[in-house]
């Protein structure tokens, strides 16, 4: 049989497409196909067995079939955008509070034309002058911007719908914001004392929420607040001297507060010591708790539901006015109480642990100013050392 007529019985035994041995003594499986961009064209899998070249094709096809199926020449922007937003989700890759956190980021971009446009058509100038014009946001808006861009460029790009991605040129780096970095400081111990004075003062109006003791707790703990509001009883171990954190307030779908099993990282479940200063507060908490469908030891009895932490921001700017000191948030009194573990000589290792960092450079970063002031008597352990070698 003539190698023509042996190729046209393979080709119609496996169907479309031909199949013949080569040089090297491997099978050649060559199949025509329409590309997403519905162009005419030929590809080849050479493998040991016939089996192992129709499987490349298969997989092949499949893969073909789900490109054409989510990305078309007309794709824009913010469609490939939301389509990579939409199946981390779907994978489980980002909860609820990040599929949020990503579509209000998207909305950023949806806003402008650039968004609306179709990827392949965005010029380089035009990309040049979008990223121009987001400066005006904060940085940390400006950073999820752009690295949703950048994404979506690196996945036309892989897809082949763009033929280059100037996205990857030295002119296309994460743009700066035009607005400087607010950054939270510490209180120092005159205005600490002073909060806690107001926070002592303050009297409860009948029927309202107050916040005194979750303030105090994140002022003495360092936990961060959304984890104090998830708090329940069996997390406080006042017997063991420790309070556990393994959940926190995130924000779901629609801003809707959840309490999510699980901290904000992997390092933020954790033991955090409970000092002579907390221990009457916890005590107290638990003695004011009334019973609500989430078991929590902090609940809205008003609007029944989970506190958050906005509610907790607008109370201590009331307080920091009455106590006449200026508000930078309550985050502020976690970076105090940090602030103190490290002027009282608690070491980074353990301070990081009880932050719940994920790593130890994060704290020596954040407070970075703060242990430069410190130096713990080490002129006073030097001179000791060097009497004694002398």
């Known amino acids: 049989m003539s190698s023509r007529k042996e190729s046209a019985n393979k080709r119609n035994k496996y169907g479309q497409g031909s199949i013949r041995r080569i040089k090297s003594g491997k099978y050649e499986y060559r199949v025509r196909y329409q590309d997403e961009f519905d162009r005419l064209k030929q590809k080849s899998f050479s493998c040991d067995t016939v089996e192992e070249c129709l499987a490349r094709a298969k997989e092949f096809k499949q893969d073909l079939r ?16 939301r389509q990579k937003i939409d199946a981390d989700y ?11 956190r990503n579509l209000q980021t998207l909305a950023i971009l949806e806003k402008d034309g650039i968004g609306l446009k179709p990827i392949q058509l965005i010029t380089h100038k035009e990309m040049e002058e979008y990223l121009k014009s987001i400066t005006s946001y904060s940085n ?16 036309a790009a892989d897809v082949g719908i763009i033929q280059f991605n100037f996205m990857l040129l030295p002119e296309f780096r994460c743009p700066k914001s035009v607005k400087r970095d607010r950054k939270v400081r510490a209180l120092t111990e005159e205005e600490q004392a002073a909060l806690v004075d107001a926070l002592k003062e303050h009297k409860k109006k009948y029927g309202s929420n107050e916040y005194s ?19 329940r009883p069996s997390d406080i171990k006042l017997d063991k001297g420790y309070i556990h954190v393994g959940q926190t307030v995130s924000r779901g779908l629609d801003c809707r507060p959840y309490i999510k099993e699980g901290t904000k990282t992997y390092a933020g479940e954790r033991d955090v010591p409970i000092s002579k200063a907390l221990r009457p507060i916890l005590e107290s908490a638990l003695e004011e708790m009334k019973d609500n469908p989430l078991g929590l030891v902090f609940y809205d009895y008003r609007k029944k539901g989970i506190v958050q932490t906005s509610q907790v921001n607008c109370f201590y700017r009331r307080i920091c006015e009455k106590a006449g000191i ?3 948030g309550q985050h502020a009194l976690r970076h105090t109480f940090a602030t103190r573990c490290i002027e009282a000589g608690v070491q980074p290792v353990v301070l990081k642990t009880w932050l719940g960092h994920t790593n130890i450079h994060m704290t020596l970063d954040i407070y970075s100013d703060v242990f430069d002031k410190m130096d713990f008597g080490a002129l006073e352990k030097f001179d000791s050392l060097i009497e004694a070698i002398m």
């Open 66 to 81: 789900y490109k054409k199926g989510i990305i078309d020449k007309k794709t824009t922007l913010a469609e490939l955008i």
């Open 90 to 100: 779907a994978r489980n890759f980002t909860g609820e509070s990040g599929y949020d």
């Open 140 to 155: 940390t808006v400006i950073k999820k911007v752009y690295s949703l861009i950048k994404g979506a460029y690196k996945q």
């Open 213 to 231: 003791l979750q303030l105090m707790i994140e002022l003495l703990s360092g936990l961060r607040m959304g984890e104090i509001n998830a708090l």
């Open 326 to 328: 200026e508000c930078f």
